[in-house]
């Protein structure tokens, strides 16, 4: 439909031909997986629903002339390390040509990093970080196998994107590979598997991914493809916007279930034109309490403050985009600074309470300050070190506590005011 084409050209514009998508398309998987060799192993989930999708996915690669040899469960929420060492184990045992993950974004993480573990070896520690799969590879002349990606979820944007999250569950600490190795060559999203999708993952899932645009486009402030990531997150914000309270209210609507798979894709897309920052940063170190798309989502307002002196313009288009919807009555033209930010974080909160949605970390059962510390911990870990480069206010490990630790406690307690702007700071020390 035409409300589409815009989220649809974007898209074509990031992958090409190389991504089938769209309500219906998973019946033509078959031809994606034809070509690396006749051998697949099927990685998959396993979800209500989920039987009669594998069926069409057996059924179509079937009909390609590709044998499925082997099939390996997926991996579990947050994909835990321990998911992905039985994956890396099992491929091996099983030598396929090719890949297929089916699942949501933690399968499909956990499979891109298996497969790293199965070609390249050595310990999941070493490859956490930025580029560091690209260097063994070079190192060792080896070649990861090919990958296809078959998304069930609009959230992370995994299927297109060169990010593998993995979390030690025991530490309740999520830690990323980077690199663009581990991009799946190709990818399909069949938006009609979302239909009926539960409520909480359906916000957590295009909150993720709404989440992905407005921190791009936060850290893309005043660089070269400024231009490039407003056009992307633009989109992405706006179907959340728009369509998340339409899913909610009736969870089998069509074009609202569209809307968001583009919007998440186009997550997706941000993510690979820029980074993330401070609340995916935070999100690492509350696995254990709620999913990572709730975590940013609701970890965002607060670093939108903390930003705001050096995002007017990316928060003029974020707020515009809420004020259409009704989320905000203020002046944004008239803002200046820590005060726009001010009333744009207001308006993210006031759209998240439309949703239910939480808005501090107090809702969340089982916080304790312990994650607090945590969290503030891992910000000054090295292989997180890019999170904190990304951020538009860019802090050192040294400035951690001093900024981060009001952001967290305004999170906790809901009062914005908590949060110290560095500029401010900075300032009253001249003085």
């Not at 060799?37 to 989930?45: E, F, I, M, N, T």
């Not at 369509?243 to 798979?261: I, K, M, N, Q, S």
């Not at 006031?350 to 970390?361: G, H, N, Q």
């Not at 630790?405 to 900075?426: C, F, M, S, Y």
Request: net charge negative; hydrophobic share 45%; aromatic share 6%.
């Amino acid at each position: 439909m035409a409300e589409f084409e815009t989220a649809r050209a974007l898209l074509h514009e990031f992958k090409g031909d190389a991504y089938l998508y769209g309500m219906g398309v998973l019946e033509r998987v078959g031809k994606w997986a034809t070509g690396p060799g006749r051998r697949v192993a099927l990685v998959a989930d396993r979800f209500p629903g989920s039987e009669a999708h594998l069926a069409a996915i057996r059924e179509s690669v079937m009909r390609a002339g590709v044998e499925i040899v082997g099939e390996v469960k997926g991996a579990g929420p947050n994909a835990p390390r321990e998911h992905v060492f039985q994956i890396a184990t099992e491929l091996a045992e099983i030598e396929p040509d090719l890949v297929i993950s089916f699942g949501g974004g933690s399968t499909i993480d956990a499979t891109k990093a298996a497969e790293v573990l199965r070609t390249l070896g050595g310990e999941i520690d070493e490859y956490f970080g930025t580029g560091l799969v690209s260097r063994k590879i070079e190192e060792s002349g080896k070649r990861l196998g090919p990958h296809l990606a078959i998304q069930s979820a609009a959230s992370s944007g995994a299927h297109l994107t060169k990010y593998s999250n993995i979390t030690d569950m025991k530490r309740g600490q999520k830690k990323l590979i980077v690199d663009e190795a581990i991009v799946p060559p190709r990818a399909v999203f069949d938006y009609a598997v979302t239909l009926g999708a539960p409520a909480a993952l359906s916000a957590d899932g295009a909150l993720d991914g709404e989440s992905h645009a407005l921190e791009v486009l936060y850290g893309a402030a005043g660089k070269p493809h400024e231009a490039q990531v407003e056009r992307v997150a633009r989109e992405a914000i706006r179907l959340v916007i728009e369509y998340l309270p339409r899913v909610l209210t009736d969870p089998f609507d069509r074009e609202g279930r569209e809307a968001l798979g583009l919007a998440t894709d186009l997550g997706g897309y941000a993510i690979m034109l820029g980074g993330t920052n401070g609340a995916h940063l935070t999100s690492f170190s509350l696995v254990d309490i709620m999913s990572h798309g709730r975590a940013c989502a609701l970890m965002n307002p607060y670093y939108t403050v903390f930003f705001a002196p050096a995002i007017e313009r990316p928060l003029r288009l974020v707020g515009g985009l809420f004020k259409a919807a009704g989320y905000t009555g203020a002046d944004l033209d008239r803002l200046r600074g820590r005060e726009l930010g001010l009333a744009v974080a207001q308006a993210m909160i006031a759209f998240a309470r439309r949703i239910s949605f939480p808005t501090t970390l107090v809702e969340a059962p089982g916080f304790t300050e312990a994650h607090v510390s945590r969290a503030l911990t891992a910000a000054r870990d090295p292989q997180l070190k890019m999170k904190l480069e990304n951020m538009p206010v860019p802090l050192t490990a040294e400035m951690v506590n001093e900024y981060m630790g009001p952001i967290l406690e305004a999170a906790r307690t809901g009062e914005l005011e908590r949060i110290k702007n560095v500029q401010d700071a900075e300032a009253r020390r001249v003085v």
